[in-house]
């Protein structure tokens, strides 16, 4: 499965917003070597210890890891294909002789220590949203816009979960028409708030069972049986949360459709690691929907699961731990009286499609043919 | 709160398919004595419980209450206003001297027993599916549709409860402006599959925790930090299931409008007893915050938690025994270009106005003033 997205099959959108190269800038290692040093930053995280993992899943050539957390972590002592490796601590040298670098320890971090990378010759598949949003650095779903990647100067954005679950469910409808309008709503789970929010929904619950009291502290809410609005802050004027103005501006972004309208509401829900969301797309044709399922059916990183008689439909604990993103519940759209809109519904791993494994595919696309 | 929702105020949407009262028939007993004997059928079943306490915390006027039930139950007694109650088996001689008959115990029971419950004199409030959609029996959400009501003929329909909660948020706005369009995306509690179900959840989520094994037997799939299409049957054909189906055709029967368009995906999440809506509403002008606000703040049966600052929004915990429903999250949806549509959250109890509350009210506005 390591194939080469850099070559835009026909299909794909076109590339919006990737900057021309520049010939004033100094040369960039564009791609890596066959066998590459590889660093994971916030190593010992949630998104961390699955990056090492899909590492390992996906065989990809590492000549050496190299493992880096904050000092509280180091010392720590993490698997890799048999041997254990030492977690280091982050410092301004840590990145001489890396050819990858996956930042995942949050936008601050990466604002600080991604130039850093940069600049002893690393590239970065950068998983915080600091350079997202930065014309210069492209924002990846292979699957779906690996062509953007082609200029990159360095710096790899890997999209929000929500985003990257979505445009990768969406790319082959998006292929075949037109898409006019799109409509989300979420089912998060919480290792999108990391580690701790995972431990944290299993103690609460705990607890709660228990008849114990319990109070939050990586969470605003109480998470035993209980759903809220997404933790992220809301701007005051607009009502959307920092989650939603995220998946709106990368789907677009994504997608090549800077301006499709994208209704969004976000919703934090009592499961550990495997996102879902409900769908609603109008196209600017019909789409039926033996053509939807074929569509579907063939496409990179998804899987139908679609049985009504069965009333087996995608849901977490099957996409928990899988590369596919599973898509299912594919209807008409009846909220639409012009026939033009489909609803579906998607679950994907969080940890995996939503963060670790999009970073790997995205670093894989760079290795020698 | 004992209002007399039977005269119906102006701003209320016009009854559609009430039919005329039949002179031909017999007469029946359209209004209930000031102090009437109660009868609840399903009296140990998770609503039968709620219904027994929405009867004391609305101070309902029971002479006396009779508790009914299948064989397995009779003999349990039950707490009511201090005393201790017997349960007795449902037989068809059970309904002499009641005066109104709460059944709650599926469409097979009240397909059975309800007609001879109207036979011996009683009013039915039934919260089956099984008169839902008859013709001659109004389907009621008394802030909604009371008027609806005037006709009845014996038997009073208790809606399905995700129509009952949706139905009560959008009044106030469907009474400012038209709805043109409904999308709905549900986070549906266990408690609607009854109270097996809930201790389904407590069980696999107790289980999951200690590492055991659990094999579900009320649910089709995993409860422990999962969820899933919702479990009633799929329409091999158009793809929505039984529960989809039920939200449609009730919402437009108790809105009067046979023809709205409603685009709905309904989903099970793991909480214990109040229902989650993300919802999406295009009106046929452009409704302000500030004016929907405002509505939703006086309408009777809801409270609007509306704290963007705070992140304080509608979620089970706060819902969960709270006859009001909570609304939320209002917003502009971005996903409609024209400005016309608002985004909300609602979160109700699904055994109170879902439920249990939602046919106390119906049999209030059938007392005497």
């Known amino acids: 499965m390591m194939t080469d997205l850099l070559d835009p099959p026909a299909s794909l959108p076109p590339v919006q917003d990737a900057p021309a190269p520049s010939a004033a800038r100094p040369p960039i290692n564009r791609r890596l070597p066959a066998h590459p040093v590889v660093a994971i930053v ?11 993992e899909s590492l390992t899943a996906r065989d990809f050539p590492v000549a050496r890891l190299k493992l880096l957390a904050s000092a509280r972590s180091a010392g720590l002592r993490l698997p890799f294909r048999g041997r254990e490796i030492v977690v280091e601590e982050l410092t ?13 320890a949050g936008a601050t971090i990466s604002r600080r220590f991604v130039p850093l990378a940069v600049k002893a010759g690393a590239v970065v598949v950068d998983n915080s949203s600091a350079f997202r949003m930065d014309p210069g650095v492209p924002l990846i779903v292979p699957e779906v816009n690996a062509p953007a ?4 100067e360095g710096i790899i954005a890997n999209p929000n979960c929500v985003a990257a679950i979505l445009t990768v469910a969406l790319a082959p409808l998006a292929q075949a028409a037109r898409i006019r309008r799109l409509n989300v709503a979420t089912y998060q789970a919480a290792s999108g708030a ?21 109070t939050p ?37 994504i997608m090549g459709r800077p301006d499709l309208p994208v209704g969004i509401t976000c919703i934090r829900v009592p499961v550990l690691r ?18 939807a399922r074929q569509l579907i059916g ?56 939503g963060a670790a494994l999009n970073a790997v595919q995205i670093a894989e696309t760079l290795l020698p043919r």
Chains 1, 2 share one sequence.
């Open 298 to 353: 063939v496409a990179p990183g998804l899987r139908l699961v679609d049985d009504r008689v069965g009333n087996h439909f995608p849901m977490p604990v099957e996409a928990t731990g899988q590369e596919a993103v599973l898509v299912g519940r594919l209807r008409e759209d009846l909220g639409d009286p012009s026939g033009r809109s489909l609803a579906l519904f998607i679950v994907g791993d969080q940890l995996l499609k």
């Open 217 to 253: 502290k990586v969470l605003p809410h109480p998470y035993a049986f209980n759903f809220f609005s997404h933790n992220a802050d809301v701007d005051p004027d607009t009502g959307y949360n920092g989650e939603e103005d995220k998946v709106v501006a990368e789907t677009r972004r």
């Open 92 to 104: 301004e040298d840590s990145f001489e002789g890396v050819d990858v670098a996956f930042f995942s």
């Open 42 to 52: 916030g190593a010992t995280g949630a998104v961390g210890i699955e990056l090492i």
């Open 149 to 152: 990647m082609a200029a990159h």
């Open 274 to 291: 495997a996102h879902g969301m409900a769908v609603n797309v109008e196209f600017d044709r019909p789409i039926s929907l033996e053509e």
């Open 194 to 214: 990391g580690a701790a929010a995972m431990e944290e929904l299993r103690a609460a619950t705990g607890a709660y069972l228990d008849g114990q009291p319990f």
